[in-house]
């Protein structure tokens, strides 16, 4: 098996664009709200939940996350707590 170490950039990557702080939830919203919210050429990177409704000026929704499979926990939330 092939070993990739983990360079300073790749780290940085999980830093939030908005407040340089660890991003630890890992989620993806639709392709046109994250063009909308994060211009290029910072697409690559992270932001907190919290920190890219702030930018869109509204709450991030289910409705608003892919379906990625990393979106399951929050979408099985949602469903628990309708
Ligand atoms: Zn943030």
């Excluded at 940085?12 to 639709?30: A, F, I, Q």
């Excluded at 211009?39 to 939940?49: A, G, I, S, Y």
Aim: net charge positive.
């Amino acid at each position: 098996m092939k070993k990739t170490s983990l360079s300073a950039n790749a780290f940085r990557s999980w830093l939030c664009l908005d407040c340089n702080k660890l991003v630890g939830e890992l989620y993806m919203v639709h392709n046109g709200l994250w063009e909308q919210a994060v211009p290029p050429p910072h697409q690559k990177r992270m932001l907190h939940l919290a920190c890219l409704s702030a930018r869109i000026g509204r709450p991030i929704t289910v409705e608003d996350l892919s379906d990625a499979k990393c979106n399951d926990g929050y979408r099985w939330f949602a469903g628990a707590a309708r």
